[in-house]
């Protein structure tokens, strides 16, 4: 089971929208709605942001929000903010033996 | 407040068998699938393995199937990775993560152990 693929960065100013895409096939991505999305700051614990592709828990702002279409998940950060400069990294579920896979992780770097 | 607190990292030779703790707190641990996910040292994050709230289901990554067993105390409200014939690959931080309900989302995640495999 290959990892899910993410562009390996994207960038912004402050206040503009960015769309992080996560490609999978229809064995994870495309076929369930176990899709879910992680933040990471250095030395910190990862966080969740979305989950079942477009709900975010409690606390995580409406800034972030997630969709699919056919084998591919996006989140998008709308209103970019100094503090979204991280690692991203999508999540499904897959039939393969595996059970799990992560995307490859997307650096955002707000300009 | 949940608390996921992971320990026994650091550096193994080759072949060893460490055994990584997961301390949880601030909720029904018993009630929860529980999973360890590492990530290499400037890698991506990569699934490692899962166990139900019973004990009584585990699954593994392929990656590590045979060599690994995840278990769990829920009297002292502690999750375990046994790992066995490490190999440099296995290097990286081992975080250990809550799921939540049956939805594959990981939505609390410990500060992670490192566990560096070299002679």
């Known amino acids: 089971q290959s990892a899910l693929t993410q562009p390996a960065s994207v960038s912004g100013s402050p206040g503009q929208s960015i769309t992080i895409s996560c490609t999978g096939t229809s064995s994870d991505v495309g076929g369930y709605n176990f899709v879910s999305w992680y933040q990471l700051h250095p030395g910190k614990a990862p966080k969740l942001i979305i989950y079942e592709v477009s709900n975010r828990p409690s606390g995580v702002s409406n800034r972030f929000s997630g969709s699919k279409s056919g084998n591919t998940a996006s989140l998008t950060i709308s209103g970019l903010q100094a503090e979204d400069e991280a690692d991203y990294y999508c999540n499904s579920y897959t039939s393969s033996n595996t059970l799990n896979v992560f995307g490859t992780g997307t650096k955002v770097t707000v300009l | 407040e949940v608390q996921l607190v992971e320990s026994g990292g650091g550096l193994v030779q080759p072949g060893g068998s460490p055994r990584l703790s997961c301390a949880a707190s601030g909720f029904t641990f018993s009630s929860y699938w529980m999973h360890w996910v590492r990530q290499a040292p400037g890698k991506g994050l990569v699934w490692v393995s899962r166990i139900n709230g019973d004990g009584s289901s585990t699954s593994y990554a392929d990656s590590v199937k045979g060599r690994f067993t995840i278990s769990r105390d829920n009297a002292k409200n502690t999750l375990y990775l046994q790992m066995n014939s490490l190999r440099a690959e296995d290097t990286g931080v081992y975080y250990c993560?809550?799921?939540?309900?049956?939805?594959?989302?990981?939505?609390?995640w410990g500060q992670g152990t490192l566990v560096t495999v070299s002679s």
């Open positions: 993560a809550r799921e939540e309900g049956s939805t594959w989302a990981f939505d609390y």
